[in-house]
């Protein structure tokens, strides 16, 4: 009959979360997996959801939209001819009915995941939009006010998408995204151990991560957490498994084809765990690659969200880091400042936590007035920031400088007493 189901296709469409051009690709993606030589464009799809009758799909278009909605032809609004209509029958009935048949309760089921009879929350692409956002914004929060505040935001993140999953009725495609959203936010949460000194709550999240990353078959994702792992297990005094990070990191990245900046992060981590090790020339050798992908970072196409923060002042920080294992302060300095100038004002813990660095080093080298100017510099800067990792970094400096007899140090030691409050590891 004649305008039969209207706009029932686009029904479906929008309850799976496809937009028109989200679903021509996932069209040819469902083609290329059947094996189908099928495709459809956005107009004809327009056709489709518009026109009264709506023109029929050909037969390999047919068992495509068949495949991707779980539900027969005629339930999409289309008039199909008696030869194409696909009966609910069991595959074995002895009538002959053809593989391409439904079995009656899988088609039921899919077909009840898309168009609920029953009114309940619904999880569709706006949603996963809105959750996207908030997810990302997490980076800014941590960054520019520190981690306490990041890790309350998280929790009623984790909480929303917890929910959804365990509640709600979604298609298999947002499924998917809400699994490895809940991967990445367990990734959060184990940055904010490592940053909030605890260590255990940390590797903990990390272990949930790297768990919800393997079961979407995120290589990228994975590789992420093991980078946030690295760090959690040179604090944890575990050097094997930070080195064990790092090569399967390697592994990861090789297997998704990454680009330099994501190679430029597990060469970090490398020279962390070689620094640490006292491995000096370890240490180089990973700082020399660092310096070759961060020369060719501006050729990736793409860079995930978590290795945008990465840059040459991160390399340059590294090896003053080097330098300090090997008891050369002096050597270290200029790397620190180079550091210092080249860390974005949007990554404003990262860059106190870099003058921390440079303020105790130039102490150690004998440069106490300069050394006192830098941490009064953060103090005026970290007012806002609440992280105790850069907390406890201030609270170090202020032990060392208690030692030494000048009253440069003596005065910033009693600035540093009435600035931090109860913000320790």
Not at 267 to 292: E, I
């Amino acid at each position: 009959m004649a305008g039969k189901g209207a706009g029932r296709l686009a029904r479906l469409r929008q309850a799976a979360g496809f937009t028109q051009g989200s679903f021509v690709a996932a069209f040819a993606r469902e083609a290329a997996s059947l094996g189908v030589d099928a495709s459809v464009s956005v107009r004809q799809l327009r056709r489709w959801e518009r026109e009264m009758p709506p023109p029929l799909p050909h037969p390999g278009q047919q068992t495509v939209l068949e495949a991707i909605f779980g539900v027969p032809l005629t339930e999409m609004g289309f008039d199909v001819p008696r030869r194409r209509v696909t009966v609910s029958e069991p595959i074995s009935d002895p009538g002959g009915v053809k593989r391409r048949t439904f079995v009656a309760d899988a088609g039921a089921l899919a077909a009840a995941a898309l168009v609920p009879s029953s009114p309940g929350p619904r999880v569709g692409a706006a949603d996963i939009a809105r959750l996207r956002a908030r997810l990302d914004g997490l980076y800014k929060t941590d960054h520019t006010a520190g981690s306490v505040p990041a890790m309350t935001q998280a929790s009623r993140i984790e909480n929303e998408i917890t929910g959804a999953l365990g509640g709600a009725a979604y298609t298999s495609r947002v499924g998917r995204e809400l699994q490895t959203m809940l991967a990445e936010l367990h990734g959060h949460r184990a940055w904010y151990g490592y940053d909030g000194g605890r260590i255990d709550h940390g590797r903990a999240a990390c272990m949930e991560a790297l768990a919800a990353a393997q079961l979407v078959d995120n290589s990228l994702l994975q590789v992420s957490v093991l980078e946030t792992f690295v760090l959690l297990a040179i604090k944890a005094n575990r050097a094997w498994e930070a080195a064990s990070a790092v090569e399967k990191a390697y592994q990861l990245a090789t297997r998704a084809g990454a680009g330099h900046t994501v190679r430029l992060v597990i060469a970090l981590r490398d020279a962390n765990v070689a620094t640490y090790t006292g491995d000096l020339s370890g240490a180089r050798r990973a700082l020399s690659r660092a310096v070759s992908h961060q020369g060719r970072a501006d050729t990736d196409a793409e860079v995930p969200h978590w290795a945008r923060f990465v840059g040459p002042f991160e390399v340059d920080y590294a090896t003053a880091d080097m330098y300090v294992r090997a008891e050369q302060p002096r050597r270290a300095v200029p790397f620190l400042r180079a550091a210092v100038r080249g860390i974005g004002g949007d990554l404003a813990r990262n860059s106190a936590s870099y003058r921390v660095k440079l303020a105790g080093v130039l102490l150690d080298a004998g440069e106490v007035d300069e050394a006192c100017g830098e941490m009064s510099a953060v103090l005026d800067a970290c007012g806002g920031i609440s992280s105790p990792r850069l907390a406890g970094k201030i609270l170090g400096f202020q032990r060392a400088a208690a030692g030494v007899d000048s009253a440069a140090a003596l005065e910033c030691c009693e600035r540093i007493r009435d600035s931090v409050r109860g913000d320790t590891p």
